[in-house]
């Protein structure tokens, strides 16, 4: 049966699959929260060019990738020069295939010097978080390592919200940032995870509209 593209938005695709997943007590996947992002640097922070939102699929090529080659992926993003950078962190250990089973969320800031992790599931990620930390410092070259927190933040209390909590915190802490304002705590209502969903469905349908 095939999978129908729904939208095609920036460099991400919707499709007929990924719009299940909206429905219900599912996971979200690297598709969904790839649009995410897409939306907040092209539409919700546009023209903000000190944030950069990399999509799940460049971020686990930089985790699970050759080292050496970290500069093909993340030097056409000039992440070099931006002053914050947001990162939805898998615990997927295949450079080849999509998957895992808990989403969380990396922000570097460039003035606190620091990565802030965002993890609706405390300490789920930390290891594949330490990994992109180490890795995406030995890239910036900084006179010192940036060092990782772990940000305070809403906990989930189910197996499938964390991809929504990331899409959350992601906005959240790209405010904070444009704001002025200090990083590393995002506390929000639990329904809010619902709400994302419902979110990112009438935006897909919306641009569809748009689209055609």
Known sequence: ???????????SLI?????????GRNWLNDSLISFWFEHLQH??????????FVSPEVTQLVKMGDARELPIF???LEARF?????LAVNDNSSVISSGGSHWSLLVYSKFDRKWYHYDSQRGSNHRDARCLVHRINTYL?????????DASCTQQDNSY???AFVMIYAHRAAQQA???MALGTCYVDRQEANQMRELIKSLVYRLKAGHT
């Not at 499709?15 to 429905?23: A, G, I, Q, T, V």
């Not at 539409?43 to 950069?52: A, S, Y």
């Not at 931006?82 to 947001?86: A, G, Q």
């Open 74 to 76: 993340l030097d056409p």
């Open 43 to 52: 539409e919700l922070f546009q023209g903000m060019t000190r944030l950069l």
């Open 178 to 180: 444009t704001e002025g």
């Open 15 to 23: 499709h007929e699959s990924d719009l299940r997943l909206l429905e």
């Open 1 to 11: 049966m095939e999978d129908r593209v729904i939208l095609s938005y920036h460099d």
């Open 82 to 86: 931006k002053d914050y950078i947001f």
């Open 161 to 163: 919200d964390c991809g």
């Open 141 to 149: 070259e900084r006179e010192l390592p940036a060092p990782l927190v």
